[in-house]
């Protein structure tokens, strides 16, 4: 696909990073989760896989997450369903990031600051 790099699934020293998010589209935050997970997935910070797929119990998804020696956890809002999913999995999180704790603000629909993106993307490789 035109503009994508592979996916890189490594992260520090060569070690497995899976990139999870909230991606609601009832919600600003929830389109900027996706949109930072997109983005740090480009950047080859991590791979990306399918957290609906987890949630459902696909089994090679759950095998996925749990063989990551990384897994990383966006989600938009404090109801926090990214995070809830790989609770219910009993799969670890390495790194939890919650948009709305980085004074941005949760509202109706899918449009969100472009600018806010980065400001994810910091605190993702800030932890």
Known sequence: MEGQQSSCNCGAEGKTRIIYSCSGIGSNVGQLANAAACRLAREGYGGGSCLAGVGR???????????ADERIVIDGCPVGCAKKIMDDKGLSIDRYVLITDLGITKFPGPA??????????NAVKKI
């Open 57 to 67: 119990g696909i089994e090679k998804l759950v095998d996925v997450a749990k063989s």
């Open 112 to 121: 969100y600051d472009g600018s806010d993106v980065q400001t994810v993307v």
